[in-house]
């Protein structure tokens, strides 16, 4: 039961342009959305998120976006820069504490010169 | 500031023995959860220890248990090993507020290959 989707495993976008990548969710009970970033052989690390309540929060080149009635979430980068190039996760947390994150698969971002 | 420090890096175990996996929380930091995540799939969350208690726990089975001690630091342990725990494990921290906006810092993880 796959309750947080990113159905695009890989996304290739030249540097310059805005990156878009998708999120899915299922679960009617989740009430705040992160995105996370991972590089080989590092731990993801915290990049953006998104209260229920809102429906879309920036943060320099990073916006993300939400939609609840579609239950759908995006990270839009803009512009894209070659240090960007990195597995991204989306993920989702409820009232059962922050601690608990529900993860998507990923997305293997690249970002070509 | 160290951040969240995990041990050893990499492990290589046999189907049915043992394993422990170490994690030291950032500093100031009370709360340490641990995730699973298998090779092309997200962090699975496997449970979350405050006050030296496992608070939360997901869908795994009994062969995963935990610890955390007084200095906040905790050891996953996994008996009977499977093939199938072959995964990175990463550990999280956070400071417990309540928060619906508490952020997670994670290790780099342990490599456990399970042969």
């Known amino acids: 039961d796959q309750q947080v989707k990113q159905n695009s495993p890989s996304l290739s976008v030249q540097e310059g342009r805005i990156s878009i990548l998708n999120c899915d969710y299922t679960?009617?009970?989740?009430?705040?959305f992160l995105w996370y970033k991972k590089y080989p052989a590092e731990g993801p690390t915290f990049l953006i998120s998104i209260s229920s309540i809102k429906d879309k929060n920036e943060d320099g080149r990073f916006t993300v976006f939400l939609n609840k009635s579609a239950k759908h979430l995006s990270l839009h980068i803009v512009p894209s820069q070659p240090g960007d190039s990195a597995v991204y996760f989306c993920?989702?947390?409820?009232?059962?504490?922050?601690?608990?994150?529900?993860f998507g698969q990923g997305t293997r971002l690249t970002i070509n010169p | 500031d160290a951040g969240v420090t995990q041990s050893p890096t990499h492990l290589i175990k046999t189907r049915g023995q043992q394993v422990t996996l170490r994690c030291s929380p950032k500093s100031g930091h009370d709360t340490v959860s641990w995730y699973q995540q298998a090779l092309g799939q997200g962090p699975q969350f496997i449970f979350q220890y405050y006050e030296e208690e496992e608070r939360q726990r997901g869908n795994f089975p009994d062969r995963f248990s935990g610890h955390q001690f007084p200095n906040y630091s905790s050891e996953l342990n996994v008996n009977a090993l499977l093939l199938g725990d072959s995964a990175l494990y990463l550990c999280a921290s956070s400071k417990l507020s309540g928060a619906t906006n508490e952020k997670l810092f994670f290790g780099s993880g342990t490599q456990l290959s399970v042969l």
């Open positions: 993920a989702a947390s409820g009232l059962w504490g922050a601690q608990k994150l529900v």
């Open positions: 679960n009617s009970m989740f009430d705040y």
